[in-house]
């Protein structure tokens, strides 16, 4: 019987720290965000320098989902930021995307 309470007490345990951890913090003015970028929060100096795990068709995809078409010319530069030309609003711009998700347009 105490075997089996505390087997229930562990899961239960387990099952509140997972809840625990769904929030993801918000972008500060010093650049400090999370480790990707989610549609609810931005970084002021982005793009941020950083070793880029996206792949060219993860970064086409994630710069055409924030609306840019067109896409092309996909490049990793040195400092880990995707560098491409796309078309936003009908006109042509230069973006970036960093590691974090953060999407720049120039």
Request: zero cysteines.
């Amino acid at each position: 019987m105490k075997k089996l309470f505390f087997a229930a007490a562990l899961v239960g345990a387990s099952a509140l720290n997972s809840f625990a951890q769904t929030a993801t913090p918000p972008a500060t003015a010093d650049g400090d965000t999370p480790a990707v970028a989610t549609p609810d929060t931005t970084n002021t100096m982005a793009p941020v320098e950083g070793a880029n795990s996206f792949t060219e068709a993860q970064a086409k995809e994630r710069i055409e989902g924030a609306g840019y078409s067109a896409v092309s010319d996909m490049k990793l530069d040195d400092k880990g930021i995707w560098q491409a030309m796309g078309t936003k609003d009908g006109k042509p711009v230069a973006v970036s995307l960093d590691y974090q998700g953060n999407i720049v347009s120039k």
